[in-house]
């Protein structure tokens, strides 16, 4: 069953968050979505699978020589209830550089982090992992040979973990960091085109776990 977000179901933005509360629910996920930056569509497939779309000239990235700062790029958050490990296949349709589905741990335009599956300046499906305070930095890890990512964020209070894995069994351990966070952060997914008339990002095989890695370097099959 397709559910497809239509108007009357797009609530007022909460000026507190910049978040716009949505009636989509994803199974696995236990809270309620919102969106920042509207998406151009979404829509939740049999309850389980994401699917959105983001415009051309967006973005999330804060240039690291100071000149930019971009959080236009359409993002899907809820706020979890402390440490947690959230994994999904990531899919997208890469045409244009820098077109990206990700997935973001979101507290505000200065601290953020996102884990990208994304067409990279050499024009190949890469991970690539950002993470910013203040200004952010732009890791590229591996190409990836296949037409998708399995990727995962973990947190354990303020220590996160990224990783991917080509198969959602075995799993590489792509970023691990810390942000001094202020207050709770938002976690979720981002689709952004900055270079091109925008991209889909489809997010399928979504699991969630409210509990901390023991190991925040190792993740296995079932956190």
């Known amino acids: 069953m397709l559910t497809v977000l239509t108007a009357p179901e797009v609530m007022a933005q909460d000026p507190a968050t910049g978040g716009t509360p949505t009636t989509l629910r994803?199974?696995?996920?236990?809270?309620?979505?919102?969106?920042?930056n509207a998406p151009a569509s979404l829509s939740v497939e049999e309850g389980k699978t994401l699917n959105f779309a983001a415009p051309g000239g967006t973005n999330l990235f804060?240039?690291?020589?100071?000149t930019s700062a971009v959080h236009n790029a359409p993002m899907v958050l809820f706020q979890p209830d402390g440490d947690f490990v959230l994994t999904a296949k990531v899919t997208?349709?890469?045409?244009?550089?820098?077109?990206?589905?990700?997935?973001?741990?979101?507290?505000d335009a200065d601290l953020w982090a996102k884990l990208c599956y994304?067409?990279?300046?050499?024009?190949?499906?890469?991970?690539?992992?950002?993470?910013?305070?203040?200004?952010?930095?732009?890791?590229?890890?591996?190409?990836?040979?296949?037409s998708f990512a399995y990727l995962a964020v973990?947190?354990?209070?303020?220590?996160?973990?990224?990783?991917?894995s080509p198969d959602g069994r075995n799993w590489r351990l792509i970023r691990h960091f810390n942000l001094a966070l202020a207050g709770e952060p938002k976690v979720g997914f981002a689709v952004h085109g900055s270079m091109g008339?925008?991209?889909?990002?489809?997010f399928s095989e979504?699991?969630?776990?409210?509990?901390?890695?023991?190991?925040?370097?190792q993740l296995n099959a079932t956190p």
Do not use: W
């Open 197 to 202: 008339k925008g991209t889909r990002g489809v």
């Open 206 to 217: 979504i699991t969630f776990s409210q509990t901390a890695l023991e190991r925040m370097r």
């Open 154 to 164: 973990a947190r354990k209070g303020r220590e996160f973990a990224f990783h991917y």
């Open 62 to 66: 804060n240039h690291p020589n100071g």
């Open 92 to 107: 997208a349709d890469l045409k244009a550089v820098y077109d990206v589905a990700a997935l973001v741990i979101y507290l």
């Open 118 to 146: 994304e067409n990279s300046v050499t024009r190949e499906a890469t991970v690539v992992s950002v993470v910013t305070r203040g200004h952010s930095d732009d890791c590229n890890s591996m190409p990836v040979p296949d």
């Open 26 to 36: 994803v199974a696995a996920i236990p809270f309620p979505l919102e969106t920042r």
